[in-house]
């Protein structure tokens, strides 16, 4: 199958989603990752891979801590990074994606990072620009997150080693969660032989068992025995539907407290992918209790992004 | 082509170093023969601080050219490198591209009172102004010749000449 990220040498050319990656291309992103933590905890954080580079942090949906780490990730490697919130510019003047694209390709950029509402947007990018320009998708509609997957696999092998003998769990609204298939794709493609995931039956995609998981309703059940858990944000925004009768009623059945989580194995860390609702779907004394690696996360986050566009540029 | 021995290489290498080590000095070995001299040399000559190691694919200068090194380890400099004396150490002295990497690695850690340089082997043909201070060897080889340091299980270190890879 012709797979729209890798060049035909096989390399990675852009980053659009975890789904049909081979596991080494994975594994190399995680071992360059490692190295990189070693250069951001040095005073001078800096080295000089991408220096002369134009990256262009393109996000038509809100969001801060991804464009931040991003900005970071691309200033650490010295390359220009210009931040456009095109929610606030061209396009609420009439200017099409690809326009707004085409005129950022004129000036010479060399890697475009795309958030977008719209599931396939980083796709439509990487399909149309020209071939030395990369993409990165940092979050597009429900389909993908790879960079948030990929940060996750590289602090689960940080604190568990060996992905061959992990139960891992996904807990919350799979349903509207591109995070959640990103990491459902990188996990069994790296070896993890059960991935669970935990939600209600109005937040989970139908048939989501093709993807290779083992659904639970009960939360209880469902943590048993696991190594990870990965819990998801609760959209607010999906708080008033139908699909949900109320955040305390959810935080009951799916919120993640010290109780529930004495049901997992005695070391199992506990992650999420920010922001955190808490007392919806964690509880604050998980959030920052000895299990927690969530902010681990944030940091590892900025050496896989690094990671990520040192592989793309070098391709 | 008879290659010289370099369990015998070291020795003699390490013996130049010896007079000039003192309890301040650090060593800090070169992926990935660097490496192995390295940890030979801070046990032979009873080095106090802990060894440090480089990997300089993030400093190299064909990064553009080549991309990504396929293999990148972690460097670790478990010492303040400000102000310190450093002996970097490599296998193979060549162009002399990969010592300015390093010593630019360096800079990224603090300002070192000096860095001086070991080689097992210097095969000249040099392309910036960089001089080891000591070497085990001085060799002549053809252009299209790689020589290569490797270690074997049990820990001994022999040369190795192979014909090089053309670029694709």
Redesign the interface.
Known sequence: MNNPQLNKDGKLQHLLTTEGLPAPILL?IL??A??F???TQ???K????LRGKSIFNLFFEPSTRTRTTFEIAAKRLSADVVNLNIAASSQSKGETMLDTVNNLSAMNADMFIVRHSQSGAAHLIARHVRPEIHVINAGDGRHAHPTQALLDMFTIRRYKHDFHNLRVAIVGDILHSRVARSQIHALTTLGVPEVRVISPKTLLPTKVERLGVHVYHDMEQGLKGVDVVLMLRLQNERMLGARLPSAEEYFKYYGLTQEKLALAKHDAIVMHPGPMNRGIEIDSAVADGKQSVILPQVTFGIAVRMAVM??L??? | MNLPDAEQLLAELTDKIRSDVTKDTVLVGIYTGGVWLAERLHKDLECTPPLGTLDVSFYRDDFHEIGLHPQVKPSNIPFEVEGRHIILIDDVLYTGRTIRAAINELFDYGRPASIRLAALVDRGAREMPIAANYVGADMVLPEDKMLALEQKDNGKLSLNLYDKISPE
């Open positions: 190399k071992d360059t490692e190295s933590v070693g250069v040095r005073d001078i800096k080295v000089p891979l040192t592989i540029a070098g391709n």
